[in-house]
């Protein structure tokens, strides 16, 4: 129940790192958890009826209300944003796949389509999240989903601390000799094994590129940094995706076999 293949999933942790930052939970979209997604086992008979649609915008929306104490136009404004939330939710949940696909290059496709739904549905966030910001008086501003430890805004206390969703050299490499191992590559698939491996160090590196170091100052803000995240996601995915089909392609039906086995979840 990956949030890369139900987007719902990854609803919590986003109105987290959004409206009650520093969020405890860890960037659902890394380099490992995508891997580990293309390559997981899943039963058969796996479909929407399994599909999660956790909902959080009441608790949001009251802790936001807590936060401002809004009056006035603000009410309509806190409505607005509500229903937004409720609206993002009800999307993604629309967006539930029927079933998984069990190749892997099939599931990353799968993965990006999933993303660009995450980040449509933060879309309809957007507009009425910045009325509300805009509505605000510097006190209720001041205290409107600011940050509850003042390092994490602090970039020189930040920069001394690796990003949680930083992709270790090693991590990369350990991913690429898995898959070698399991296909046992010939010397004529080594330029398409090498091929792999540039794909996945690119996506490593986007991620990185875009993985935050320091916490922006508010909620609008901090959508907006989520957002080019997933726009970075997007396009690991795809250079990944790319990539592991054109592999799949050069492969044996014994060395398909032995691919389609690989495991990276269970291999941590």
């Known amino acids: 129940m990956s949030p890369l293949l139900y987007p719902a999933l990854a609803l919590p942790a986003v109105y987290d790192e959004i409206f009650s930052p520093p969020s405890s939970s860890p960037w659902p979209f890394s380099y490992d958890a995508i891997l580990q997604t293309a390559f997981a086992k899943t039963a058969p008979d796996q479909d929407a009826a399994a599909c999660p649609q956790p909902n959080r915008q009441s608790a949001v929306v009251e802790r936001i209300r807590a936060e401002i ?39 990353l496709q799968l993965m990006e389509w999933q993303i660009e739904k995450l980040a449509e549905a933060l879309d309809f966030v957007r507009p ?20 509850h430890s003042t390092a994490a805004v602090r970039p020189d206390r930040a920069n001394t601390i690796a990003p949680a969703c930083a992709v270790a050299p090693t991590r990369v490499d350990a991913s690429i000799e898995q898959i070698s191992l399991a296909v046992q590559p010939t010397d004529a698939q080594r330029d398409a094994m090498d091929g792999l491996k540039q794909a996945f160090r690119d996506a490593a590196s986007e991620l990185d590129a ?19 995240h997933l726009d970075a ?36």
């Open 69 to 107: 104490r809004p009056s006035g136009t603000q009410l309509q404004a806190m409505q607005k944003l509500g229903g937004a939330l409720g609206f993002a939710s009800d999307y993604l949940a629309k967006a539930c796949p029927s079933e998984l696909p069990q190749d892997p290059a099939a599931r």
């Open 210 to 228: 875009n993985c935050p170091v320091s916490l922006p100052g508010d909620p609008l803000a901090r959508l907006e940094a989520i957002e080019a």
């Open 233 to 268: 996601t997007w396009r690991a995915l795809v250079s990944v995706q790319t990539a592991l089909s054109d592999f799949e392609t050069k492969l044996s039906a014994e060395q398909r076999v032995r691919f389609d086995a690989t495991d990276f979840a269970a291999a941590r």
């Open 128 to 147: 009425p999240l910045q009325e509300l910001e805009q509505s605000l008086n510097d006190t209720q501003r001041a205290r409107f989903g600011m940050p």
